[in-house]
Structure formats: C-alpha cells, structure tokens
C-alpha cells in the first residue's frame, strides 16, 4: 500500500516543475515500462499489479523499489484515463548533443512544437526513420510530459532528444550539416536534392519556423497539395504529420 507521501509525490510528477525538481519522469504500461527495464534505464520505483512483479520477478534491478498496488490505486496516481498494470518512476537520461555527427547523418530540430501529441508522434517518426538526435527548442512541449512519453510508445529510449538554443547550434555546425526548413512556400521537397548530414526543421504548429531560425537554414522545402486537393478546404498539414513525410523523403534518399 503507498502512503499518502508516495501518493503526493507520484502526483505531482504531472508537473514540469516537479519531474525538473526530482529529476524523474513517470511512464506507464506493460510495453514501455518493459522496454525501459530492457533498455537499461535506471527506475526507481515501480508501483504495479501483484501479477505484474510475479512475472517480472528476476528481471527487476535490486535498486529498484517495487510497490503492489491495486487497481483502484493504480488509477489515483495515473495520468492515464486507462492505467495498464505498472506505473514506473525513472531517472531522466543524461543525453548531451554530440560535437561531430556521421557523414551520413539525419537530425531532427523542432522549433517549438507545443502540443504533447504532436511531440510524442514525431519522435515515433523519427525512431522508425532511424533519426537517433532530435534538437528541440526551450519553447518546444516536455519530452517527459506523461502525454509525450504514451504517444511515443517506447521511442523516446531509443531516439536521443536534448533541448537547445537552435540559432547557435545551426551556426556551430553550419558549416558541416545542410539545414533543411519546411516551409509552406518552399521548394517541392520531392523534387530537391538532400545533402548529408542533414537536418530537418520543422516548426510551431501554427506559426511555423521562427525567423531567427529561418534566417540561417539553407533551402525552404514544403510538401506539394495534392492535383485534387480542395485548397479552399485543407490549409496545411498536421505538424507531425508533415515532419513524418519529410523525415520520410530524407530517409529514402539516405538509404539509396
């Protein structure tokens, strides 16, 4: 049974401030809690279902503390409206953004994406295009923002994302990575060229690239309408959407 500290603590994990504070995140369900005890990812707690640690008995580091909770309980400290067996409370990686990156590298800089569903799809993206660095802005959503960390299912442990300031990390590697922006009036990007490394912008769902970003990349590219689409109708695409699409036309390029 957890103690109504435990209960407070685990709650307030919800909040930016708090996960910052502690230096923890929380990630609930079978197929990501797994994969972070597989990945390596250093957990602190685990409040889960009695059957859950029965079958997980031996594959749980001793460092970590494990607490049987019902499912009443396990609904209480949930941010999920469907809790899924475990909750677990992990230490946040100590990723940093490397000096060099490989000659045939693809990164992903996000410049400001605020909704958390938005986020946590386009790191899904990314990890399924092979991207491994995502560079996001200060006003870019929580990567460990519950929300952020369900939609990825999973991803967020293979895909290294760091938080930065975009214009000087442009201007240090300018030199060594093209820079790619979507844009609604660039260049058709299935019809460009890509030179690697490279790195896709993509930016804030509904006013686009900052301009102290825009300014310093190399091509504007933007993802063609369709010969029948209702231009009176559809005005853009969703922003993950559009990051996948872009990710995806880098990617086949890289690989051909």
């Given at each position: ?37 597989q ?13 859950w640690?029965?079958?997980?008995q ?24 469907s ?48 991207i491994?660095?995502?560079?996001c802005s ?91 689409a ?15 699409i ?11």
């Amino acid at each position: 049974m957890l103690s109504s500290g435990q209960i407070k603590y685990l709650q307030s994990l919800r909040m930016k401030k708090f996960r910052d504070l502690h230096g923890v995140f929380v990630a609930e369900g079978e197929k990501i809690v797994g994969e972070l005890l597989q990945g390596g990812m250093q957990t602190e707690m685990l409040c889960a279902l009695p059957e859950w640690l029965e079958r997980w008995q031996g594959k749980i580091p001793g460092s970590t503390a494990c607490l049987p909770v019902n499912q009443k309980m396990l609904k209480r400290i949930s941010s999920s409206k469907s809790p899924n067996q475990v909750l677990a409370v992990v230490s946040k990686p100590s990723w940093q953004i490397p000096d060099t990156f490989r000659a045939d590298e693809l990164i992903l800089l996000l410049d400001r994406i605020q909704d958390p569903g938005n986020l946590g799809s386009i790191i899904r993206s990314a990890d399924w295009f092979g991207i491994r660095h995502i560079i996001c802005s200060p006003g870019t959503a929580d990567i460990y923002n519950p929300k952020v960390i369900q939609s990825t299912m999973g991803s967020f442990i293979r895909t290294k994302t760091c938080y930065a300031d975009l214009p000087a990390f442009i201007r240090r590697h300018k030199e060594r990575i093209r820079f790619y922006g979507s844009f609604m009036d660039g260049q058709d990007v299935f019809a460009s060229t890509s030179r690697f490394p490279a790195a896709i912008v993509t930016g804030n769902e509904s006013q686009g690239i900052s301009e102290e970003v825009a300014v310093l990349l190399d091509e504007r590219l933007s993802i063609p309408a369709g010969p029948d689409a209702d231009r009176a109708g559809a005005e853009s695409l969703n922003a993950g959407v559009a990051a996948g699409i872009m990710m995806a036309c880098f990617s086949h390029r890289r690989n051909s």
